[in-house]
């Protein structure tokens, strides 16, 4: 009996085929799942920071040409990410979007969003606490809006006076220019952060904050910087202070992330590319100059 082959649609896709190699739009099959693995049409996917990994090649062991947008389950490292516009997924790495995001909203909610929430959740902190976040950028705007609806008193830290404006716009309580002023000593005058969110990736800056923690104060740590954060043991010693960094997150994490953004109001501020785009959306956000975050939509 003869059979007849169907034919899979091709699809688009946005590769790297070497380390430090441009984006290349081209054209593959529509993947197939295998086992405990899920197709997903892709609507739209936000472009993070640590793309570059796959970009420049700075993730040992990636295997090219790969399709970028890592996610807490290394998609994008060990398997293609986001950049296209099916992919497939281990069944535990989904998550599911409550109806009333986006899916533009959703994108950075699954990344710089839970990012930020989880950390201030496992701050230590409690509502009325004093708690600064550092950078008004792709994670900080989304930090300021957390920590503010988590019910703490909001200390927004950036580099001149123009984030002023939008700082409080988002919900913080006070903007502290650093440029004019020194962050540390304002955050004691009001005795000091229980605790600090720092997302800008500057490794001084972060080293020049730690004064203004409160005792028992924490630093959480989510910008990435390849230079060292300068601490003495006596600053953390003194107060019993503690420096702790914080990834991602896992599914329920970002489930959890989303759930309370649907309840609370909290969105991301998006720039979108289209997919044929990538490329430009990438430099966009390398730029820093996007306001905030970078999604490419199919």
């Not at 220019?177 to 000091?192: C, I, M, P, V």
Request: hydrophobic share 40%.
């Amino acid at each position: 009996m003869a059979t007849t082959r169907v034919a899979i649609s091709p699809m688009k896709v946005a590769q790297i085929s070497k380390a430090g190699g441009d984006f290349e739009i081209v054209e593959r099959d529509i993947p197939k799942p295998s086992t405990r693995e899920v197709r997903i049409k892709v609507q739209a996917c936000g472009v993070c920071h640590s793309d570059l990994f796959v970009k420049e090649g700075l993730w040992p062991g990636i295997q090219y040409p790969r399709v970028p947008c890592r996610n807490p389950r290394v998609a994008g490292i060990s398997y293609d990410g986001g950049y296209q516009q099916y992919m497939v997924a281990p069944v535990e790495a989904l998550a599911a979007i409550p109806d009333t995001l986006s899916d533009a909203e959703a994108g950075p909610l699954l990344c710089a969003g839970v990012t930020t929430f989880n950390a201030l959740r496992h701050s230590g902190a409690l509502p009325g606490s004093l708690v600064a976040v550092q950078g008004i950028g792709g994670l900080g705007h989304l930090g300021v809006q957390f920590a503010n609806k988590f019910g703490y008193q909001v200390a927004a830290i950036g580099r001149g006076p123009e984030n002023a404006t939008i700082a409080k716009k988002l919900g913080a309580s006070m903007y502290i220019d650093s440029q004019s002023s020194n962050a540390a000593q304002e955050l004691q005058k009001l005795g000091g952060a229980q605790a600090i969110l720092a997302t800008a990736p500057n490794s001084k800056a972060m080293s020049e904050l730690i004064e203004g923690l409160a005792p028992t104060g924490k630093f959480m740590v989510v910008g990435i910087s390849s230079d060292p954060i300068a601490v003495t043991p006596l600053q953390l010693i003194s107060g019993e202070r503690a420096i702790q960094g914080s990834a991602v997150g896992t599914p329920t994490d970002s489930e959890d992330t989303m759930n309370f953004a649907e309840l609370t109001g909290v969105r991301p501020m998006i720039e979108t590319y289209p997919l044929e785009k990538a490329g430009e959306a990438y430099a966009r956000m390398m730029s820093g100059k996007a306001q905030f975050r970078v999604v490419l939509t199919m």
